[in-house]
Nanobody, 124 residues
Framework: QVQLVESGGGLVQAGGSLSLSCTAS????????MGWYRRAPGKQRELVAC???????TYADSVKGRFTISRDNAKNTVYLQMNSLKFEDTAVYYC??????????????????WGQGTQVTVSS
């Protein structure tokens, strides 16, 4: 019904930047809040950031001041600008979309659609 296609992952040195994008297609009218989760090996899935259709943002404490989430509703695209990257940011990053108008939870249980994931590796 909805497909999320991510791009922008890669390898970057600590202190560098990457920008992720995720474009939704299909019945996008049903989607409200979108965001990014990440999962590192051996760790819990973590909500990185989310943004409502109205532009209200939420960030994990670990990325505040370094990452910026934004969206372009006309393009059905959500972005994650990642600056001052740390080794600890290394993970598979997943785009997420939900029917919900609310901020996404840490567990991701209300997520209705997931992207395929894109690897972000930060070297030190």
């Amino acid at each position: 019904q909805v497909q999320l296609v991510e791009s922008g992952g890669g390898l970057v040195q600590a202190g560098g930047s990457l920008s992720l994008s995720c474009t939704a297609s299909g019945t996008v009218f049903s989607i409200n809040t979108m965001g990014w989760y990440r999962r590192a090996p051996g760790k819990q899935r973590e909500l990185v950031a989310c943004i409502t259709r109205d532009g209200i943002t939420t960030y994990a404490d670990s990325v505040k001041g370094r990452f910026t989430i934004s969206r372009d509703n006309a393009k059905n695209t959500v972005y994650l600008q990642m600056n001052s990257l740390k080794f600890e940011d290394t993970a598979v990053y997943y785009c997420a979309a939900a029917y919900s108008l609310r901020a996404l939870s840490a567990s991701g249980t209300i997520v209705d659609y997931w992207g395929q994931g894109t690897q972000v590796t930060v070297s030190s």
